[in-house]
């Protein structure tokens, strides 16, 4: 099993609907979350990082389930713009951090 | 600016050559990340330096590949005798260390392109 694993998409997703995707992780020490957004051939972007008690930033809502070990991003009223390849990190001990292989989300008009 | 500082953006080397990708941290980030990405993959971390010590060389090629961290100057990654395979983004990110919860700064990359 991969350490971090995203489903790969892409999510076609109408414009002004509703999307999510989760992040599921094997490494139950991991201790910090974050979600990337990295458009083609550019460099990653924070998003957000993701808490314990979850958090929203706008259209954008994070979630933790560390029972289930996932977490997850919501976009609302999806914009043409937030089509990119969404990627999750997670911290460890130490300081490792890994990468999810991305998920690819197209907003289509 | 003081985001992470990539160079240079892009690069081309004809097999067999060396290739020196150069990263400066932001300012009064101690840590430094590179990673590798082959086109339409993710993100695949390479090394973990901090200044003068590389703390975790998990994902570097075993061969051919070299990174450092010096006490003054820029984090440099080094490919001896390029391949075709060695073509892709690589992308250096940086971050203050010390306690979780600190997200990583990623420079623009450098696109290594090998003739």
């Known amino acids: 099993r991969k350490e971090v694993e995203q489903d790969p998409g892409p999510f076609n997703v109408p414009e002004g609907a509703t999307v999510a995707f989760n992040c599921t992780y094997s490494?139950?020490?991991?201790?910090?979350f974050f979600w990337y957004r990295q458009d083609c051939r550019k460099e990653p972007k924070l998003l957000m990082s993701?808490?314990?008690s979850g958090n929203e930033d706008g259209r954008f809502t994070a979630q933790l389930n560390r029972a289930s070990q996932y977490i997850s991003l919501l976009i609302r009223d999806s914009k043409l713009s937030d089509s990119a390849t969404y990627l999750c990190q997670l911290k460890a001990a130490g300081n490792k951090l890994t990468f999810g292989g991305g998920t690819r989300v197209l907003v289509k008009p | 600016n003081a985001g992470v500082m990539q160079n240079p953006r892009h690069l081309v080397r004809r097999r067999g050559q060396e290739a020196r990708l150069r990263c400066s941290p932001m300012?009064?980030?101690?840590?430094v990340y590179w990673y590798r990405q082959l086109p339409e993959e993710g993100l695949k971390f390479m090394v973990y330096l901090q200044k003068e010590n590389i703390i975790d060389e998990s994902g570097m090629p075993k061969e051919r590949f070299s990174a450092e961290f010096p006490k003054e100057g820029p984090s440099i990654l080094r490919i001896q005798q390029v391949v075709r395979g060695d073509s892709a983004a690589y992308f250096c990110?940086?971050?203050?260390?010390?306690?979780?919860?600190?997200?990583?700064?990623f420079g623009d990359g450098t696109r290594l392109s090998i003739l």
């Open positions: 300012k009064g980030h101690s840590h």
């Open positions: 993701v808490y314990s």
């Open positions: 490494n139950s020490a991991s201790q910090s």
């Open positions: 990110a940086s971050s203050p260390g010390g306690q979780h919860h600190q997200p990583q700064h």
